[in-house]
């Protein structure tokens, strides 16, 4: 198991946590807006590295985005597999003939 799998595997685990006692918890329980609010808002801050330019914090803004992006999965029930299936599905295709066959 990758570390990416790892933390699925661990968010999936934590939706019926106490929200007082994990993070992971607590945006889950805010529902799916507020995770959707919060992986954009880690977007824009990765965004904000990548232009200036500091590889460290875009690293680490990087880590925040991939874990928002797992925890909005989560609070719609769409796990790490079937996002691994879509994109295993979409290898070998053109990227601009797969953007064309999605309308």
Not at 59 to 84: F, I, K, N
């Given at each position: 198991?990758?570390?990416?799998?790892?933390?699925?595997?661990?968010i999936?685990?934590?939706?019926?946590?106490?929200?007082?006692?994990?993070w992971?918890?607590?945006?889950?329980?805010?529902?799916?807006?507020?995770?959707?609010?919060?992986?954009?808002?880690?977007?824009?801050?990765?965004i904000?590295?990548?232009?200036?330019?500091?590889?460290?914090?875009?690293?680490?803004?990087?880590?925040?985005?991939?874990?928002?992006?797992?925890?909005?999965?989560?609070?719609?029930?769409?796990?790490?597999?079937?996002?691994?299936?879509?994109?295993?599905?979409?290898?070998?295709?053109s990227?601009?003939?797969?953007?064309?066959?999605?309308?």
């Amino acid at each position: 198991m990758n570390p990416i799998q790892r933390l699925a595997a661990t968010i999936a685990a934590r939706k019926g946590a106490d929200p007082d006692t994990s993070w992971t918890a607590k945006l889950l329980a805010k529902g799916p807006e507020k995770c959707a609010e919060k992986f954009g808002e880690e977007a824009v801050e990765a965004i904000i590295e990548a232009v200036r330019g500091d590889r460290a914090r875009l690293t680490a803004e990087a880590a925040d985005v991939l874990y928002h992006l797992l925890v909005m999965l989560a609070a719609r029930d769409v796990t790490l597999a079937e996002v691994e299936a879509e994109l295993a599905r979409r290898e070998g295709i053109s990227g601009l003939a797969e953007k064309a066959a999605r309308g």
